[in-house]
């Protein structure tokens, strides 16, 4: 009697565990499975700036959990309506340059404004923002002087196209400018969380230049009893969707310089040269570098082939003529100030931003002949001492000579 009902007993044990790890297998999957999936990422390059939509409702804050994530990744990441606005100030640049280029005169601000209202150009939107980075690029040239009118003197600006400077390119249209992130999600209570994503599905396409190119999709989805939190999910795909070693646009064209380096002047004048006189003419890079940082470098790697003259002693001997280095725009000026400090050659250096691209201008004149003997045009460098590229062609076509 006491054996059966031990029996009993123990097998009414063994049931009920039985039926409870039958229970705990056939909810497990209910409440630990989740999904990750991002399809396409291969190879994917980080933009110039990575867009996300200007969304109404966003109950969760999903969009603040993407942008600290992308921002924590590297992103430079922007709204819709500040793309907007950069491509606006973008066009407006090229706008007023090639108001400014069609003639080669000298301006005042009264006839700049014409000219603007003619080619229904606002001056004044964004703070004069376009006139200020034309001037800042070297493309422009602004100069004030004191006019003499009837009963009093007056401070008149002058604007000018800087000779030579070709009209800026668009330079947000490339590929890798913009990425745009879109997504929708459905959320739910949770016992963890307060609230989580119950799934969400999106993209990251290629916008730039008015396009719309899918460049990859991702997904997340969990069970009813899944107790993964929103933090973690952006976490989770975000390692999926950038990982470590994801190549930037920036970094790719890092090394990536280009020099034009043309010799133009005759053998036996070339050969002739040997004291040059350095001057930087107005402009600054996308690094807001001016000529004058370029030319110890330049004048370093020139050292083997020519004798520079020393900055300090030139603008003496320029004070003492009562020239302005600041006033010298023209060639013409230039050859006559190397002529008072002894120079030979004028190398001029000029450094300016077309399009969000390092633009770096040198070339060579003879004091003699006013004859541009060779010049070089240095694109796309990231540092100052990638400007060594053009000292060492200048080194390499006179040895050669």
């Known amino acids: 009697m006491i054996d059966r009902m031990k029996f009993k007993l123990t097998w009414g044990f063994l049931h009920k565990l039985i039926g409870l790890i039958a229970f705990v297998l056939l909810i497990q999957p209910l409440m630990t499975s989740q999904t990750y ?82 080619a229904s150009i606002n001056i004044y939107d964004f703070d004069k923002f376009a006139l200020k980075t034309l001037i800042e690029r070297g493309l422009v040239v602004e100069t004030e002087e004191m006019v003499e009118l009837k009963y009093r003197t007056k401070s008149v600006t002058y604007y000018q196209w800087q000779e030579g ?12 400018t913009f990425h745009q992130l879109s997504y929708n999600y459905r959320y739910r209570d949770s016992f963890s969380c307060g609230r989580t994503l119950s ?29 993964r939190c929103l933090s973690e999910i952006i976490l989770q795909l975000m390692k999926r969707m950038i990982p470590i070693d994801t190549p930037s646009a920036n970094n790719q064209q890092e090394d990536a310089w ?13 050969k002739a040269i040997s004291t040059i006189l350095m001057v930087p003419k107005p402009g600054k890079d ?20 020519y004798d520079v003259i020393d900055r300090s002693a030139f603008e003496t001997i320029m004070d003492e003529q009562h020239f302005s280095l600041q006033g010298l725009v023209r060639d013409a000026d230039l050859i006559e100030a190397g002529e008072l400090a002894g120079a030979e050659g004028i190398l001029t250096v000029q450094t300016m931003c077309l ?37 060492d062609r200048v080194v390499e076509t006179i040895e050669g000579l």
């Open 37 to 118: 999936s991002v399809t396409g990422n291969e190879g994917y390059v980080k933009p110039q700036y990575l867009v996300l939509p200007n969304y109404s409702s966003d109950y969760l804050n999903v969009q603040g959990h993407f942008v600290s994530e992308f921002r924590r990744s590297g992103f430079e990441v922007i709204t819709n309506s500040e793309m907007q606005r950069l491509i606006r100030k973008d066009a407006k640049i090229i706008a007023l340059a090639n108001m400014f280029a069609t003639s080669s005169e000298r301006i005042d601000e009264q006839e700049m404004m014409l000219r603007a209202r003619k």
């Open 165 to 176: 400077s070709e009209v800026p390119l668009p330079g947000l249209e490339d590929e890798n």
């Open 199 to 227: 799934s969400i599905h999106g993209s990251v396409n290629e916008v730039s230049g008015g396009q719309n190119k899918l460049l990859f999709r991702f997904e997340f989805s969990q069970p009813q009893l899944g107790g």
């Open 258 to 270: 280009e020099l034009d380096f043309h010799w133009k002047g005759d053998t036996l004048e070339m």
């Open 286 to 305: 996308c690094q807001d570098v001016e000529g004058s940082a370029m030319t110890d470098q330049l004048s370093l790697g020139l050292l083997g082939v």
């Open 355 to 391: 399009s969000d691209h390092n633009i770096l201008k040198a070339k060579l004149i003879s004091v003699s002949s006013s004859v541009v003997l060779w010049s070089a045009i240095l694109t796309d460098y990231r540092k100052i001492r990638d400007i060594k590229s053009i000292s």
